[in-house]
């Protein structure tokens, strides 16, 4: 059983920058895809970012591609969501997901999953 433990989350100016971290436990952190994914108040959990095992390949929503950057630090099993040019949209809880699967947007490819972190962007 894979625990993941979000951290870093806060209230943060439009335009100002956050770094989320998530630890990961449990299971074989270098073996797994790591994703980042986010929820607003009455809005579904939607894909910002994923990394495969090596960090070598991303995948970025659209919506966030050049402001945020995903990263990994195997050795330390954590993942990090580097958030930089914050928009008030971006104001969201924000989840780190473990997959086993190939690298994916999908909700459904993520085997396990964070508590949140919030994130709330002023305007």
């Known amino acids: 059983q894979v625990r993941l433990v979000e951290s870093g989350g806060g209230l943060v100016q439009a335009g100002g920058s956050l770094r989320l971290s998530c630890a990961a436990s449990g299971g074989t952190f270098s073996s797994y895809v790591m994703g980042w994914f986010r929820q607003a108040p009455g809005k579904e959990r939607e894909f910002v970012a994923a990394?495969?095992?090596?960090?070598?390949?991303?995948l970025y929503a659209d919506s966030v591609k050049g402001r945020f950057s995903v990263s990994r630090d195997n050795a330390k099993n954590l993942v990090y969501l580097q958030m930089n040019s914050l928009k008030p949209e971006d104001t969201a809880v924000y989840y780190c997901?473990?997959?086993?699967?190939?690298?994916?947007?999908?909700?459904?490819?993520?085997?396990?999953w964070g508590r949140g972190t919030q994130v709330t962007v002023s305007s």
């Open positions: 997901a473990a997959s086993l699967r190939r690298l994916a947007a999908a909700l459904s490819a993520y085997n396990y």
């Open positions: 990394i495969n095992w090596s960090g070598g390949s991303r």
